[in-house]
């Protein structure tokens, strides 16, 4: 679990409501970040201000930053895998610590990666290293760092590579990297942090952009003279000296100048505090306050059209992922569905359509998005939902995730023994079962996410599940969770390569779009009838629900933040 929930909350009403963050001109709280930069000279480059500009406006910045010249994804990766496979390797360390170790060493809001430049054009060098990384990563909140593109006067571009498709200008190379890195970071679920469009934005303004001096007589130039570089975001022309102390005229156009680096940590400002950076009194002395200005409102419009972009690439892959949303607003029967719509309560081996009873009712205006079901007492009227395309439960690898919201106070509300708000079943529970649930005797009542695969695999002593010790259930154990009788709680669960034979299984447990825990390294194997599948509700349970959704995927945990900070609830995910 990680220290950036606010940030999580924040970054949902970011992604839908873009204008809120571009409206944000005066500091909030006083906020302090921790940050792991995972990369090479480009992370340096781009946060070598970024104390500066986090200390004018009072905030606190604990950074550290994991660098490799040159270093790509890969190369990332396979360090971590050296310490994993030998911890006595010091190939396997940055420095003294491992990546793990460096995690593992403080609670990190966020973690940045990238990929080499040179690489970046290129898609597939990211693959499978950016997700590999990503599943190693687990301490905090991974952020895509976008690397920028070479000066347009770089040897890259002067002559270019006859190799399909090495770019042969800075915008082939702008284009490529810029649609590799949205590919991967829409692929991994992840935000971006936007310095590579904010590079590109400045370097083609009309007004500030760098121009080439074409009047420098570069064959007879002798040091320390230099072409006009007005403007340059990176380093440049610059004199450069041999072993035998003899001066040549080199050019460096991938590495940013004080004016790329300043651009660059005005934008990791932005999108690690979430605070516009307009106005920021700090610039460093080499800048003039007029070009830093602009370089202020350039971040600002980057990450402002990056999140309106993003906002929009995220609440598309939600509708995509949806397969099931039941409001309770005029019944019990789901409001869209991929299968059936109705609404049954089992009886025996039957199914009967669900009718409004003792046991289960609508409340009108009493959800959290207007209308709830509420279950008054303990009865014995289960509102179940047949799976056919809703859940997806498959023998190969199952993949899925749940989300409601929940009122009540368990301590107060429910009545004795074990209460499941949400169940998953087959045709056996033997063959695998799934729940959330509060405890039946404790006090206060421990709130619980399990998924059991086949009997003989999580109780081959057969004993009683209360009897079981907790570290040896296969479930996440809330001590004490955030429900009560005046608010709503949103729960998520999710599940992940369910009978997948060659990727790890996993589940994991949200409450208010904070990761509560994960099942892990468990053997997962369900064995049921896909066609008895049943989405189950209200199994002793005595409160209310509101918005109760089904998703064909494991939603990452900033997607199960931006569900969490849907105004409208699942209806913002209609087409």
């Not at 606010?6 to 500091?27: E, G, K």
């Not at 990332?76 to 420095?95: C, F, N, R, T, V």
């Not at 035998?244 to 505090?273: I, N, P, R, T």
Request: hydrophobic letters at 40%; glycine letters at 6%.
């Amino acid at each position: 679990m990680f220290r950036s929930a606010q940030c999580v909350a924040l970054a949902a009403l970011t992604l839908f409501f873009p204008p809120l963050l571009a409206a944000q001109t005066t500091p909030g709280k006083v906020k302090t970040v921790r940050l792991v930069t995972v990369g090479n000279s480009f992370s340096q480059n781009a946060t070598r201000y970024l104390d500066d500009l986090v200390k004018a406006k009072g905030h606190t910045l604990i950074h550290k930053p994991l660098a490799i010249g040159g270093a790509s994804m890969e190369v990332h990766w396979d360090k971590a895998q050296l310490h994993e496979k030998d911890p006595s390797d010091a190939k396997g360390l940055y420095g003294k610590k491992s990546l793990r170790q460096e995690l593992m060493g403080d609670a990190w809001d966020f973690v940045t990666i990238q990929q080499a430049s040179i690489k970046s054009h290129n898609v597939d060098t990211y693959r499978p290293f950016a997700r590999q990384l990503h599943d190693y990563i687990k301490q905090a909140e991974i952020i895509v760092h976008q690397t920028w593109a070479y000066r347009i006067d770089d040897p890259r571009f002067a002559k270019p590579s006859k190799s399909p498709g090495e770019p042969a200008t800075q915008k082939e190379m702008y284009d490529g990297l810029s649609k590799a890195y949205r590919t991967i970071a829409k692929e991994l679920g992840l935000r971006i942090i936007p310095v590579g469009d904010a590079m590109y934005m400045a370097d083609t303004d009309a007004k500030w952009a760098y121009q080439p001096d074409k009047k420098f007589d570069f064959k007879d130039a002798m040091p320390p003279a230099l072409p006009n570089q007005l403007h340059s975001l990176h380093t440049g022309w610059r004199w450069t000296a041999a072993k035998d102390g003899k001066k040549s005229l080199s050019m460096d156009g991938h590495h940013a100048s004080a004016a790329g680096q300043y651009l660059g940590a005005c934008v990791f400002f932005e999108v690690l505090f979430a605070e516009s950076v307009v106005g920021n009194a700090f610039v460093p002395p080499e800048i003039d306050k007029d070009y830093a200005r602009f370089l202020q409102e350039i971040a600002h419009q980057a990450v402002t059209k990056n999140a309106e972009k993003t906002g929009a690439d995220a609440k598309a892959n939600l509708s995509k992922a949806l397969t099931f949303h039941a409001s309770f607003e005029k019944g019990l029967d789901a409001d869209f569905s991929r299968g059936e719509k109705a609404c049954y309560f089992p009886q025996g081996t039957k199914l009967n359509p669900a009718k409004t009873n003792d046991d289960v009712k609508l409340a009108a205006d009493a959800g959290r998005f207007g209308g709830a079901v509420h279950f008054p007492k303990k009865g014995t009227s289960r509102p179940s939902f047949k799976d056919g395309g809703v859940l997806g439960y498959n023998a190969k690898s199952w993949s899925a995730t749940v989300s409601a919201w929940l009122r009540l106070d368990p301590d107060q509300d429910l009545e004795p023994g074990y209460c499941d708000p949400i169940q998953i079943i087959g045709d056996d529970n033997k063959k695998g079962y799934i729940f959330l649930e509060w405890s039946k005797d404790e006090k206060p009542r421990l709130f619980r996410y399990a998924i059991r695969p086949l009997f003989p695999i999580w109780n081959p002593k057969n004993q009683p599940w209360h009897e079981i010790a907790a570290d040896k259930k296969p479930m996440v154990e809330v001590a004490r969770a955030p429900f009560a009788r005046d608010k709503w709680t949103h729960a998520v669960f999710t599940l992940e390569n369910i009978n997948d034979k060659k990727n790890p299984p996993v589940g994991r447990l949200y409450l208010n779009g904070k990761l509560q825990g994960s099942i892990e390294k468990w053997d997962m194997t369900f064995d049921w009838d896909p066609a008895k599948v049943l989405l189950q509700l209200g199994a002793n349970y005595v409160g209310y629900m509101d918005d109760l959704a089904v998703f064909d995927r494991a939603l990452t945990p900033d997607e199960v933040g931006l569900v969490f900070g849907l105004k409208s609830g699942i209806r913002d995910l209609y087409p």
